[in-house]
């Protein structure tokens, strides 16, 4: 290196400590001029260089979902790559140039002897690179707790969204039937008699009782039945036979039925007091929906207050089946081509836990396991009692954990996910939440074809 970028290179805060014995340790690296617009390493790539900036900057990003997140810029007189060479990691951002650079480079080699000869660089390389994980750990601990939240917040979306329209379209169904119901109604009553009425009224009645007893139709059945029921009421002068027929076959009755329904009431008043049963029929079908469709709504409300454990404080007696089940409906949307089967045991102690937490750990740890099985396979999910430890396990028939990845499963920022679809926090978040937290362990085996966590959960604990 000639004396000129030597000297530049030592004038540097990093290396401005080190006597003329000490210059042996940067002699074997290079300067090197970058073009603006250069990416110098990118998230996911193990580059052994360490670099420091001379002149110029070097902005490092990330992705989290698909979104670019500025993590830092490194100035003149400061360094990057420390952090992939200590830990022999990728690099866990993008390095670019956003203009022209000129940059001090190490090689691997080169900066291992340079640790080991020059005592002050190497504290002052340890103490960046420990502030720099612990700044980048936090961060990405936000962003997985917030995907968590995320994860819910779709989860909760998917499934309100069938209940809440169906609501709706029985809603908007609702005001014209009823309108239906008393027109019919104000007709019949001008034309029938006492003795009609009470008939009409009675029939009705059975009907309706009729209709909550109604045995399940497959498809076939049910059309040949409305097509039945359709060919009866075009003589009777119903209007829109085929559309109301099925009103009638849902709620169980027959031509035979209707014939005695009929029988007893003026021939010209059968098509008003059809067209007025099948509106009642139709209005109680309706109600039903509605009634359905926000009970769906209001479980999953409480399937959330459950999942957060809102309005609780931190630590409670908690049932793991509840953390469980909500998280479950949380991730429902996810679960909809999963084979998923529970083999629980129900008779398990309520446990002192952060309930908020444990539906953490249940939803990074199922999620896992969805994309193991591609949103297609199986997952069984089962609870018992063993050793006096609550024992939960997660299993899928994915294609497994390769045997050299499973060693690094706990590592900081260690991911199997491609870039920009995991910070590498999730089981490391889990494991500190069950073993610091609530004096646990999570353990896992692995093979092609199933991959079992088991989280445990001590059932008493000494405070």
Not at 209 to 234: G, V
């Amino acid at each position: 290196m000639e004396p000129a970028i030597l000297q530049q290179v030592r004038a540097t805060p990093l290396f401005s400590g080190l006597d003329d014995a000490q210059l042996g340790c940067i002699e074997p690296g290079e300067v090197i001029d970058v073009p603006g617009g250069t990416v110098l390493v990118s998230e996911g790539e193990k580059t052994p260089f360490f670099f420091v900036v001379l002149e110029g900057e070097v902005r490092l990003t990330r992705a989290y979902d698909n979104q670019t997140v500025l993590m830092g810029v490194i100035k003149p007189g400061h360094f990057t790559g420390e952090i992939t060479l200590l830990l022999d990691i990728p690099w866990m951002a993008t390095a670019r140039l956003g203009k022209p650079a000129k940059l001090f480079r190490l090689g691997q080699e080169d900066f291992w002897h340079m640790m080991g000869t020059c005592r002050s660089v190497a504290r002052e390389i340890f103490h960046s690179a420990a502030n720099k994980v612990r700044n980048l750990e936090g961060y990405s601990q936000q962003r997985e707790k917030l995907a968590s939240l995320g994860t819910m917040a779709a989860g909760l979306a998917h499934e309100l969204n069938n209940p809440a329209a169906a609501a709706r379209r029985a809603a908007a169904h609702l005001q014209e039937t009823t309108d239906k119901v008393q027109v019919l109604l104000c007709q019949l009553t001008r034309t029938l008699d006492h003795e009609h009425m009470r008939h009409l009224v009675a029939a009705s009645q059975d009907a309706l009782a009729r209709s909550a007893k109604a045995p399940a139709l497959d498809h076939l059945e049910r059309s040949d039945r409305a097509d039945t029921i359709a060919t009866w009421l075009e003589p009777h002068g119903v209007a829109a036979a085929w559309e109301i027929a099925p009103t009638f076959v849902n709620a169980g009755l027959d031509t035979a039925w209707l014939d005695e329904f009929t029988g007893k009431l003026p021939a010209a008043t059968h098509a008003d007091a059809l067209g007025w049963l099948e509106a009642r029929l139709n209005l109680k079908s309706l109600l039903a929906q509605v009634e359905q469709s926000t009970g769906r709504i209001a479980e999953l409300v409480k399937a959330v207050k459950s999942y957060s454990y809102m309005d609780r404080s931190p630590m409670q007696e908690v049932d793991i089946h509840d953390g469980l089940e909500s998280t479950l409906t949380m991730l429902g949307h996810k679960l909809k081509n999963v084979t998923l089967t529970r083999s629980f045991d129900r008779s398990l102690p309520r446990i002192m836990a952060y309930g908020s937490e444990l539906n953490q750990v249940w939803t990074n740890l199922i999620d896992n396991a969805i994309h193991a099985v591609n949103g297609t396979g199986k997952i069984c999910i089962g609870t018992c009692l063993e050793d006096n430890q609550l024992l939960v396990e997660i299993v899928d028939n994915g294609s497994g954990i390769p045997p050299e990845v499973q060693s690094h499963l706990f590592e900081p920022f260690f991911t199997t996910k491609p870039v920009g679809t995991g910070t590498g926090l999730g089981l490391i978040i889990s494991n500190r939440i069950v073993a610091d937290r609530h004096g646990g362990e999570i353990e896992f085996e692995s093979r092609p074809g199933e991959t079992r966590f088991k989280v445990r959960l001590p059932v008493t604990r000494d405070h």
